[in-house]
């Protein structure tokens, strides 16, 4: 019974596990639908339904691990456009995915460093922005990773920048550098995206224009947020630090305000951000950050991305909707319940009603549900969609609301601080205004009362007077009675003058010497008591007279008075004293204090030195182990490499692919520089063995062209000669066991000294020599005639080109009198751009002839022109050639543009034609460039010249492709009066002709390849030697025997520029 039980939860977990089997399955499949459909190769911008479905994928299994299974199989490094789009899509995904793919993109930080490193170094317009691309990238994924309160869409509140900045003025200080640094990294990319690119409306609106723009989006939304980020930063620090500490700051924020706003302004004047995204306005000027008032005024610049009015059209291979319904157990139960019999009878009479059966009908109904529920559920999509964006914008116009309120309430704020400043100002004046009053009306009473005491002073006075001359009439009377004690007056007298001499020396003295002053008022004292006893015996003979005793009294009153001054200045002196005596003993204290903490101070100072010295002995012996680990490793990778490209000589894939000499000469001239800078490396790493930079960049590159050669070297083997092959073979294996040894001797202590590349640069000389035995001979062509030949054919180029924008002149001329209206427009635009495109011609082959003349008079030394044209033949072979197929292109070019202005040509000749152009100018620029010096002002203005070639070809290309969509009219297909019979035959007519312009195509590639054969026969080169640009030429793909499928013929690649066929100029150039 308990197995009974069991059964129906066993067939329901079984079913669980294949639904949802089914349903990962179909997600997986989905992703990488999207994925291959976002990224690829193709010059136009990424679907925003592709990047939809990639970052809703991410939500939905909480991550990017999915993304990144898929991303790592991608060739990232054979396409630069492919790497941009890649960029592209991984910048949506950190931006609106799931928050677990910051995380898993972290992972893959060193992948995406390594793609912008090599696509850095090489000359490639895509290439340069995918470097960049990746740079913003890796800095984005490492900020917010150390920010991690700070999602990566930058979409934060001021709370919470505040609390990532946090308390730490050195936080704050070190976050609004990395603020700086992501902006930078943002705008340089915005820059060279705009650089590249010309504003005008025609560009923005080609797909290829859009490809480059359509990054922009995420870069201008991530922008806003950064300058907010930066202004609230920039305030934080003035209110901490000085103005002067953060000139700098303001410098650089400057720089950038400058910058943000001249790409704002630019992107704004595109028609192509136009429908696309709400670009905001920045101030005319940057905020004030040295007045705090000016965070007021700061306004939070908000990006809208506009609803999208039009839906987006499905495509017939997009979107595999998920089963709504399970037809499949239905279909099997109904096909197990028929009987085996109405098998047999459908087999021999067919299925009954007219070949449709019960079966039939639920399934068409089943679809035609599920085409319904599938219509519903993208309508539902959309209007959720819908409303998301419109949430969206109201969310972003209710926090601009809520940023101006925020800034109201700051102004009000600084308008409160303002205005209680104020009132506290006026209540300090208010109240010192009252303290003055008190104070005048205080003095007021002083003055009155002091002209009181005035007045009585002045009666006291008066009294004194009339008391003085009754007395001094007395004192005639008492003259008789005075004679007798006149003696003792004027001794009274000479002793009050002596008292007063000797208070006044001691007050000098006692302002000099505080020592001598004492010693002064005791011998004043002793004197002192001396007088008063003196005083005393006078006073009592003098008593006996009124008038005298008064007049004594007055004066021992005086004297009384002097003395307590006196006291009081020794007293005062004696307390200064003691003062200073306190002070001079706490000083003596201090500076004992003092002179310990410096010793203890010093000792410890010692102490630290000592251990900072042993400290940096010890990282000194620690960086010359890390020094000599990094070498050690360096040195294994090395033999891994060349391990490897010794494998590859026994390989039996190898065999089948072969090399030029030329590309060989190349890697082994190349491999001599790379052993000399080894040696040097080497010489350095001995006598400073704490610094291996140099050794360790010199045998990266050594091992790298040293495998190379070995590779071309046996690859040239196959195609070489018996003799030579044998010797080419050995001498490469001996190229690999010469330099296994050398490295093994770096990898020892013990033999670090005594290693040497010697033995190494002879057997690489050996193949070089090799290398230039098996080089082809040149065409035979009279060596005195070449200097001449060069000169005409140069000459003969000038002319055609000149013949050619005389002729477009005429054909513009003739266009404007015979069309009118959109045809006249188209012709004008084509004719301009290929005017455009001689003139670029005419200033390529000037720089030319100048280069080639700086060339000859720099190479000839004692030797004529000619002397030098024929001692490099080959040289000058690829002069004449290259100027000889630019002439015909420039021909062929006007004779197409007339043939389509006319109607009775095609357009594709016209763009066949620029291409061919751009190949024969190219060739013309390697050619010349052969010989010139790598440091030529004139080879830098060809070089120049090339790219403005190039481009303008570029422009004859698209204006003829915007002509072409243009004027071609393409009818719309009504199927909707046919019959089922009617539209079963059309579709057999259809796929009839499909297979007739299939068999075309066939017949066209395989005739193109023969022609090609052939152009490679009349210019002297086998077929064998061509090699593809690496030197190496790998097997067909139709020889692999693992294919399932039948291959197609092989298509012979385009001529190298070297070896483009001497084709006869035509009688213009006579």
């Not at 609004?176 to 990319?189: G, K, P, Q």
């Not at 004027?967 to 297909?973: A, C, I, P």
């Amino acid at each position: 019974m308990n197995s009974i039980r069991q059964v129906p939860s066993r067939v329901k977990s079984k079913r669980t596990e294949t639904n949802l089997g089914a349903e990962r399955e179909h997600f997986d499949k989905q992703q990488l639908s999207s994925i291959s459909k976002a990224i690829n190769s193709t010059e136009t911008p990424v679907k925003e339904k592709h990047a939809r479905r990639i970052i809703l994928g991410t939500h939905r299994e909480k991550g990017a691990y999915t993304f990144w299974s898929y991303a790592l199989g991608l060739p990232l490094a054979s396409s630069s456009i492919l790497s941009w789009k890649f960029c592209h899509v991984l910048h949506k995904v950190l931006r609106d995915g799931h928050q677990n793919s910051l995380q898993d993109c972290m992972r893959h930080h060193s992948t995406l460093v390594e793609v912008g490193a090599l696509w850095g170094n090489l000359h490639d317009r895509y290439g340069q922005l995918a470097a960049l691309y990746t740079k913003l990238l890796c800095t984005k994924m490492e900020f917010h990773v150390k920010h991690s309160e700070i999602r990566p869409n930058l979409e934060a509140t001021d709370e919470v920048l505040e609390r990532t900045a946090g308390t730490d003025i050195n936080n704050v200080f070190q976050l609004t550098v990395e603020v700086f640094d992501y902006m930078d990294m943002e705008l340089r990319l915005a820059e060279t995206v705009l650089r590249q690119l010309n504003t005008s409306i025609a560009i923005s609106t080609l797909t290829s224009g859009q490809c480059r723009l359509s990054p922009l989006i995420q870069v201008i939304q991530d922008c806003s947020h950064l300058y907010h980020f930066t202004v609230k930063l920039l305030f934080k620090l003035h209110a901490c630090l000085p103005a002067d500490t953060l000139q700098g700051h303001r410098d650089r924020f400057h720089d950038q305000f400058h910058s943000l706003k001249t790409f704002f302004n630019k992107a704004r004047d595109m028609l192509y951000f136009k429908r696309l995204i709400q670009i905001p306005k920045l101030p005319d000027s940057p905020p004030n950050f040295l007045h705090a008032a000016s965070l007021a005024k700061h306004v939070k610049p908000v990006v809208v991305i506009p609803n999208e009015d039009e839906p987006e059209q499905q495509d017939d291979d997009d979107d595999d909707p998920e089963p709504l319904i399970e037809v499949s157990e239905v279909s099997t139960s109904s096909m197990q319940a028929q009987p085996q019999q109405f098998d047999i009878f459908d087999q021999t009479f067919g299925p009954p009603n007219g070949g449709f059966d019960d079966r039939d009908l639920q399934i068409e109904s089943l679809k035609r549900d599920l085409e319904l529920l599938r219509a519903e559920l993208e309508r539902v999509k959309a209007e959720a969609q819908r409303y998301i964006t419109q949430l969206k914008s109201q969310i972003n116009s209710l926090e601009a609301e809520l940023e101006e309120q925020r800034a109201q309430k700051q102004r009000a704020l600084v308008e409160n601080e303002q205005l209680r400043m104020e009132l506290e100002a006026t209540r300090r004046r208010n109240a010192e205004h009252e303290s003055l009053q008190t104070t005048f009306s205080e003095a007021e009473k002083r003055a009155q009362a002091t002209e009181q005491r005035y007045n009585k002073l002045k009666e006291k006075h008066t009294e004194l007077v009339a008391s003085h001359a009754e007395l001094l009439r007395k004192s005639a009377d008492t003259v008789k009675m005075l004679s007798a004690t006149q003696q003792t007056q004027e001794e009274v007298e000479r002793t009050k003058h002596q008292l007063s001499f000797e208070v006044d020396r001691i007050k000098q003295e006692a302002d000099m010497k505080l020592e001598e002053q004492k010693f002064e008022m005791e011998k004043l004292r002793r004197e002192l008591e001396e007088k008063m006893a003196e005083m005393t015996r006078i006073k009592s003979t003098l008593q006996s007279t009124e008038k005298t005793g008064e007049h004594l009294n007055s004066s021992v009153t005086a004297l009384q008075a002097e003395k307590e001054r006196l006291m009081r200045s020794v007293s005062e002196k004696e307390a200064e004293l003691s003062s200073l005596r306190h002070a001079a003993q706490m000083q003596q204290s201090s500076l004992q204090q003092e002179r310990e903490r410096n010793s203890r101070e010093l000792g410890e100072l010692q102490g630290k030195l000592q251990e900072k010295a042993s400290r940096e002995d010890q990282m000194k012996q620690k960086l010359l182990e890390e020094q000599f680990a990094l070498l050690q490793g360096t040195v294994t990778e090395a033999e891994n490499i060349i391990q490897d490209a010794v494998a590859k000589i026994d390989d039996p894939l190898h065999i089948r692919c072969t090399s030029s000499p030329d590309y060989l000469i190349s890697r082994a001239e190349a491999t001599l520089g790379s052993i000399d800078k080894v040696k040097q490396g080497h010489a350095n790493f001995l006598k400073n063995m704490g610094d291996a930079g140099g050794l360790l960049r010199a045998l990266t590159q050594f091992s790298h062209l040293a495998a190379d050669t070995i590779i071309n070297g046996s690859a040239m083997a196959h195609m070489a000669p018996t003799d030579h092959a044998d010797r080419l073979t050995e001498n490469c294996r001996g190229c690999a066991s010469q330099s296994l040894h050398f490295l093994k001797d770096l990898k020892a202590k013990a033999t670090l000294q005594t290693a040497d590349p010697a033995s190494i640069r002879i057997i690489v000389q050996k193949i070089l020599n090799l290398g230039q035995e098996l080089r082809p001979k040149g065409m035979d062509v009279r060596q005195d005639e070449l200097g001449d030949l060069v000169d005409k054919e140069m000459a003969a180029t000038s002319a055609a080109i000149e013949e050619a924008v005389r002729r477009i002149d005429e054909m513009m001329n003739q266009a404007r009198k015979d069309t009118s209206g959109d045809k006249l427009e188209v012709n004008e635009r084509i004719l301009n751009s290929c005017t455009d495109l001689m003139k670029a011609i005419r200033m390529l082959v000037l720089a030319s002839t100048d280069l080639q003349k700086e060339i000859v008079e720099g190479g000839r030394g004692a030797a004529t022109i000619k002397e030098f044209y024929a001692r490099n033949s080959r040289w000058t072979e690829g002069l004449i050639s290259a100027s000889k197929a630019v002439g015909w292109g420039a021909t062929e070019m006007v004779e197409s543009a007339d043939k389509v202005v006319l109607h009775t040509g095609k357009y594709e000749e016209l763009i066949v034609c620029s291409h061919e152009i751009a190949a024969s100018t190219a060739q013309l620029v390697a050619a010349s460039k052969v010989k010139a010096d790598r440091n030529s002002k004139k080879l830098t203005i060809l070089q120049q010249a090339s790219r403005h070639v190039n481009q303008m070809a570029a422009n004859v290309v698209a204006s003829t492709k915007t002509g072409q969509e243009h004027l071609e009219d393409k009818d719309t297909m009504d199927f909707s009066g046919l019959s089922l019979i009617k539209l079963r035959k059309e579709e057999m007519e259809s796929q009839v002709k499909v297979l007739e312009l299939e068999t075309q195509l066939e017949n066209e590639r395989l005739r193109l390849g023969e022609l090609r054969k052939k152009h490679y026969e009349i210019a002297g080169v086998p077929v064998e030697q061509i090699a593809e640009g690496n030197g190496l030429t790998s097997v067909p793909a139709h020889a692999s025997p693992s294919s399932p499928k039948p291959s197609k013929p092989t298509i012979m690649r385009k001529p190298a520029l070297a070896q483009k066929p001497n084709i006869p100029p035509k009688n213009t150039f006579k």
